[in-house]
């Protein structure tokens, strides 16, 4: 099955610097890449996601990167904001419409925005 | 438009006894799918249904079951408690076509005593 890998598990920035956070995944028939934020008490948030035939997407300061030969793809946070303090999980599936939709889910980065 | 509605958002059992969880989908879709969040293992795929009909199972024991409605309303049951259960059950409901986002609610808190 599909294992997802996440690092860093916690990341502490500046506010107004930039936060990266990386995901590796092992099943190659993978193509969909979405990112969840969940603050504390609450449920996870879809904040973006990607699918496997763009490289790129981006969402105001939010952007996410694909690597599909090297299976890795990468949140980028830029101008953070002591708001966007929270632990952000990636996640992997195989999005077919068909039988195969389940996410599997990095171990969550906890990012934290000293102001 | 509503989104994910789980009820109850907190419950304390006893070892051994059952528990039932209730999520209601955002209107209009189709799929629910259940996850258990805990510290150590993080966010684990239990099960998801579809048209009441169970389609993908995760790698947990029996004692965990559900079912859908055809409201598609989906309940979560997990027999026999152990502590080990003790974590904030997700649901997560989508259209589940092609190209499609699950969304989650805010998750039940449960703890076996």
């Known amino acids: 099955g599909e294992n997802v890998e996440q690092h860093p598990s916690t990341l502490s920035v500046q506010e107004g610097d930039s936060a990266v956070i990386k995901c590796t995944y092992s099943?190659?028939?993978?193509?969909?890449f979405p990112w969840y934020k969940q603050e504390l008490g609450k449920g996870p948030q879809l904040i973006i996601d990607i699918r496997s035939n763009v490289g790129e997407k981006k969402d105001q300061r939010i952007a996410v990167t694909l690597n599909k030969t090297a299976k890795h793809f990468s949140l980028h946070i830029t101008e953070t904001q002591p708001e966007d303090s929270a632990v952000y999980f990636c996640a992997a599936t195989q999005n077919s419409g068909g039988s195969n939709y389940k996410l599997t889910f990095g171990k969550g980065t906890l990012l934290t925005v000293n102001p | 438009k509503a989104g994910v509605t789980q009820t109850p958002r907190y419950l304390i059992k006893t070892r051994g006894q059952q528990v039932t969880l209730s999520c209601s989908p955002i209107?209009?879709?189709?799929?629910v799918s259940w996850y258990q969040q805990t510290p150590g293992q993080g966010l684990q795929f239990l099960f998801e249904y579809f048209s009441e009909t169970q389609r993908n199972k995760g790698n947990f024991p029996g004692r965990f079951s559900g079912r859908q409605f055809s409201n598609s309303r989906s309940e979560m049951n997990v027999s026999t408690l152990e502590l080990g259960d003790s974590a904030l059950y997700l649901c997560?409901?989508?259209?589940?076509?092609?190209?499609?986002?699950?969304?989650f609610g805010q998750g039940t808190r449960l703890t076996v005593v």
């Open positions: 099943d190659s028939a993978s193509n969909y």
């Open positions: 209107s209009g879709h189709r799929s």
């Open positions: 997560a409901s989508s259209l589940r076509t092609l190209n499609t986002e699950a969304f």
